[in-house]
């Protein structure tokens, strides 16, 4: 099955409601769906992943108003569901796809809930509410993967927690350019206000000694779930999944050191080759 890069135009007699960004999986800070997930389950993850690039593509056009981008969110969830078959070719892959396995659409569906949310929603009160947030951005595409693989439910919580973990980290990185293009920010309310920082702090070329605090301590929490995270590769039975999931997990305390380190408004924080090789070479000890 092969996931083509949408641009817009006419689908199946319908209107297309999909608009590719140019964003795909080399843009993003952790594998999807590489080599050591089984091929015959790649296509499958592809499917899930062109899904979610669109869906997300919508809810953060600056071209498009509240109304419509909601209207299109919609629409790829009735193509998902059955209700309609033209106007998303990424829903339409992915019900061919979730046929085909027998995974539940309910994590596609979860999905857009965060992404109807990124469109009615610009802030967050407390760490709370952020976490809430994760369980329907986040979360789902863990459990995704790891019901398309066939494993069990003990699964779950290490692999919301990681999940999360990537979802505030990715929050940290684009904390500047989230303001500044969607006029969005994850960082809470009230630990700002703690910290005797504001949301419009995040428009300066450095960290003020308040933001450095609120992102430490976000931090911290990322490292709570991360911990948490650790039984994962343990839990999991597909080797090439587990191998992927230590990647992962590696990856994500990497990045996290690198928030501690750098000032994500002076330059993107990213993870760099050597992270890659450190924590595939990590991951090894998981290889039997």
């Known amino acids: 099955m092969e996931i083509p890069r949408l641009r817009g135009g006419a689908v199946s007699g319908a209107e297309n409601v999909e608009s590719w960004s140019g964003k795909d999986r080399a843009d993003e800070n952790f594998p999807v769906a590489s080599a050591l997930i089984r091929p015959a389950l790649r296509r499958h993850v592809h499917a899930f992943y062109a899904f979610a690039r669109n869906a997300d593509d919508i809810a953060d056009s600056p071209a498009l108003e509240p109304a419509e981008k909601i209207r299109r969110l919609d629409a790829m969830e009735a193509v998902l569901t059955g209700a309609r078959d033209g106007g998303s070719p990424s829903a339409l892959a992915l019900r061919a796809s979730l046929a085909e396995t027998g995974v539940s659409a309910t994590h596609a569906c979860e999905l857009l809930i965060a992404f109807r949310r990124d469109v009615t929603r610009r802030r967050y009160q407390d760490f709370a509410e952020l976490m809430d947030y994760c369980r329907y951005s986040a979360m789902p595409v863990g459990r995704h993967v790891l019901d398309l693989h066939g494993e069990g439910p003990a699964t779950h919580p290490p692999a919301d927690a990681l999940c999360s973990a990537l979802q505030i980290l990715n929050h940290l990185q684009d904390c500047a350019a989230d303001l500044a293009a969607l006029d969005r920010c994850y960082l809470p309310l009230d630990r700002l206000a703690a910290a005797g920082a504001t949301i419009e702090d995040l428009r300066r070329p ?83």
Request: charged fraction near 30%; hydrophobic fraction near 50%; proline fraction near 5%.
């Open 206 to 288: 450095a960290l003020t000694p308040g933001l450095r605090l609120v992102i430490d301590g976000l931090l911290g929490e990322t490292a709570a779930l991360n911990a948490r995270a650790a039984d994962l590769p343990r839990r999991t039975r597909a080797r090439g999944l587990r191998l992927e999931t230590a990647v992962i997990l590696g990856l994500s305390r990497r990045l996290a050191r690198r928030l501690a380190a750098e000032d994500p408004l002076a330059a993107r924080v990213r993870l760099r080759r050597g992270d890659f090789f450190g924590a595939a070479l990590t991951s090894l000890r998981f290889l039997p």
